[in-house]
């Protein structure tokens, strides 16, 4: 449990504390069953339909909805008329919580493919149904080769017509600010001549943080910005896509 967390939980007194460790044991197993039963459904689908589109639009309209529902999360969206969304693009999001990829499942309203970290691969079922739905893995401290790979893997998956998410901090941030952006996000949209949607998500922490199973109601408050177009190529234009999006997602949070 992270230092944030300890100090929320003790802030509240000893009933409720109790309340809500009872509560959270049953979330974390309505989470771990839905999630479950969400799988494989979708791979049962994904056999009959004999493709991915079906199956991924179940995580936006059931698997999404249950655990946000399960969460006590309300989800307040703004912008989705920004994006011309039967066209592919690279969505890069800001990340507090894992709830956020619910958030962003319920929100997009096309199927939606997240690049992930590579330790995801070896949770049990998670990592089978992200493989076999198209989505993309980087070694967040992978050799050159590895990344190269990964971005490579990344881009295809937009070349070939698909909106890809990626989380362009690399990590949750726990402060509610927002960190750099890394520039790999940034060479998949240029590598595949597609524009950057920024998307600033805030709240998420406060329902679920980074670590530890701590659930409480919220609101998961998502604002999409104006495409980004990626000219250029090279260093300095991926960093200058970098530096735009990102400077677009903090207006996106002070304006909210």
Known sequence: MSATSQTLRLSEPLPL?????????????????????????????????????APLRMASWLWAPGLLGGAGAK???????????????????????VIDICALFRAVPVPLRFMLKQEMTRMPMVGWYAKSM??????????????VRSLRAASD??????????????????????GEFKPGAFQVAIGAGVPVVP?????????LPPHG?????????????????????GSE????????????????????
Request: hydrophobic letters at 50%; one cysteine or more; aromatic letters at 6%.
């Open 134 to 147: 198209g989505m993309c893995f980087i070694e967040r401290d992978g050799n050159r080769a590895s990344m």
């Open 213 to 233: 199973f701590r659930v409480r109601p919220g609101t998961i408050r998502l604002r999409i910005g104006q495409p980004i177009v990626a000219e250029g190529t």
């Open 199 to 207: 998307m600033a998500m805030s709240g998420a922490g406060a329902i």
């Open 157 to 178: 998956i937009v070349k070939a017509g698909h909106v890809l998410c990626i989380f362009p901090e690399g990590t949750r941030n726990t402060d509610g600010r927002v």
């Open 17 to 53: 504390r109790v309340f809500w460790t009872v509560a959270n044991t049953f979330q974390l197993a309505f989470t771990l069953l839905w999630t479950a039963a969400g799988i494989c459904l979708a791979m049962l689908v994904r056999a009959i339909t004999r493709g991915n589109r």
């Open 237 to 256: 234009a991926r960093d200058r896509l970098a530096a735009q999006a990102r400077a677009a997602v903090v207006d996106l949070l002070a304006h909210d």
């Open 75 to 97: 989800l307040d969206v703004r912008g989705v008329e920004n994006v011309d969304w039967s066209k592919p693009c690279v969505l890069v999001a800001t990340h507090e919580s």
